[in-house]
């Protein structure tokens, strides 16, 4: 991996994914997005927002191939920047998935696609993905999941690393229920994120620069993966009721 490449040790803005992905950070790449989108059925012009977007290529496939009136946030400014270069004319903007810059009720559609799992506070994170939507607006989200045992940062990973944000099925299908959701569509996935591996391995070599960016012992992350058996998950929710804070939590 050339020097420089993981600046400041963030593997998201690194380029190691993207390198490995074809342009797309996240196993299953547009195919799994299409699979969804398929499933939802967006009519033509519908409001999307995808959070955690990236360079921008899944809002260009969104408005591209579907017609949706597609729009990107990500926290990473250098991320935002990078994609704007890319093509100038896709509506990216900086702004943190837990403070979305929309009035209530206005998107259709929210895409999170391996990032939830990195978020610090992911009831807050669903609490305004519920107030972007409208009633009946969809939530789509793709993601690595436990399906052993929760990794927590008790065992010294990140906080904000993927591994250490996963949750079970169980917790994540409690999490969707309780901040106004009905869960639609839960598929396992986990061969994609197999594949992914694969590809990460033929473009460098080993995993090693992977757990370089993570800024993380390798073992600590051998570790969490042998204990939590990670997989990838495909969920589509619908969004039922309002929700307000002060509803049961985790």
Same mark, same amino acid.
């Given at each position: ?6 600046? &400041? ?20 790449? =547009? ?5 969804? %989108? ?5 009519? #033509? &012009?519908?409001? =999307? ?12 496939? %969104?408005?591209? #191939? ?10 990473? #400014? ?21 403070? =979305?810059?929309?009035?209530? &009720?206005? $998107? ?9 799992? #990195? $978020? ?12 972007? =939507? ?5 939530? !789509? ?24 944000? $996963?949750?079970?099925?169980?917790? %994540? ?6 901040? &106004? ?16 591996? !694969? ?7 080993? $995993? ?16 969490? !993966? ?9 969920? !589509? ?14």
């Amino acid at each position: 991996m050339p020097a420089g490449e993981c600046t &400041g040790g963030r593997l998201y803005e690194s380029g190691v994914l993207e390198k490995a992905a074809g342009g797309v950070m996240r196993p299953g790449g =547009l195919e799994l997005t299409a699979r969804a %989108l398929d499933y939802c059925a967006f009519a #033509a &012009g519908a409001n =999307l927002v995808d959070v955690g977007c990236g360079a921008g290529v899944t809002v260009e496939f %969104l408005r591209e #191939a579907y017609g949706l009136n597609a729009m990107g946030v990500d926290s990473s #400014a250098v991320i935002v920047e990078r994609g704007l270069r890319r093509n100038p004319q896709i509506p990216l903007r900086q702004a943190s998935g837990e403070r =979305l810059p929309f009035a209530a &009720g206005a $998107m259709d559609g929210v895409v999170v696609e391996c990032v939830l799992s #990195a $978020m610090a506070d992911k009831r807050e994170a669903m609490a305004e993905f519920n107030r972007v =939507l409208g009633p009946g607006g969809r939530l !789509i989200v793709t993601d690595l999941y436990a399906r052993r045992a929760a990794v927590t940062g008790e065992i010294g990973l990140p906080p904000t690393s993927c591994l250490a944000g $996963m949750r079970t099925q169980e917790q %994540l299908v409690r999490l969707v229920e309780e901040t &106004g959701f009905s869960i639609e569509v839960w598929e396992d996935h986990t061969p994609k994120l197999s594949e992914f591996v !694969i590809r990460m391995i033929m473009e460098h070599g080993s $995993m090693q620069p992977f757990w370089e960016c993570e800024k993380s012992d390798s073992r600590l992350i051998q570790g969490a !993966i042998k204990e939590s058996k990670p997989g990838y998950f495909l969920l !589509i929710a619908r969004k039922t009721q309002e929700f307000a804070e002060g509803n049961s939590h985790e």
